[in-house]
């Protein structure tokens, strides 16, 4: 178990940590597309433009949130859709997207791989947030420094 960890969620996501902090929020779902895509001509986007597509989800791995995150909200959509199954380090999953893999569902960061282009999906109801989750009842004088110290620089700047 760490003492910090950063996991994305919905709004009612965490509530069980008394160590749960916002970062950031996210109102609407983002999409990477190949730059060859032919939705990527379009000035706006939806959902139901993406039935029947092939999406690339967050790698299987111990951390089950994000991919989790990912399932559930394309079940929310109500649109047929096919994964891509085939496994692959977070180092580079980002690059099965220019290859022509599938689309990345994908909200928590503007970087996108080359020969891809990145897109917002207009559909409401998809708000997602970045969490700093700690350990309330850590001992260690580090991580108790460091959520002394972010805490304080965040009060700052608000």
Not at 53 to 75: A, D, G, V
Not at 80 to 95: A, H, K, M, V
Not at 116 to 142: A, H, R, W
């Amino acid at each position: 178990m760490a003492d910090i960890a950063f996991a994305v969620g919905r709004e009612t996501d965490f509530q069980d940590f008394s160590g749960r902090i916002v970062l950031t929020r996210y109102p609407k779902m983002k999409v990477h597309l190949p730059s060859d895509h032919p939705l990527c001509k379009r000035s706006s986007l939806r959902f139901q433009d993406l039935q029947n597509e092939t999406f690339i989800l967050y790698p299987s791995m111990k951390e089950t949130f994000t991919r989790e995150l990912q399932l559930s909200m394309l079940k929310q959509s109500g649109i047929s859709f096919r994964i891509y199954e085939e496994s692959c380090s977070p180092f580079f999953f980002d690059l099965l997207v220019p290859i022509g893999k599938g689309i990345r569902l994908w909200n928590w960061t503007d970087r996108t791989a080359p020969n891809s282009v990145l897109m917002t999906l207009e559909d409401d109801g998809y708000e997602t947030f970045l969490y700093m989750l700690y350990d309330e009842k850590t001992e260690n004088p580090t991580t108790l420094s460091f959520i002394e110290g972010f805490l304080r620089f965040r009060k700052e700047r608000r």
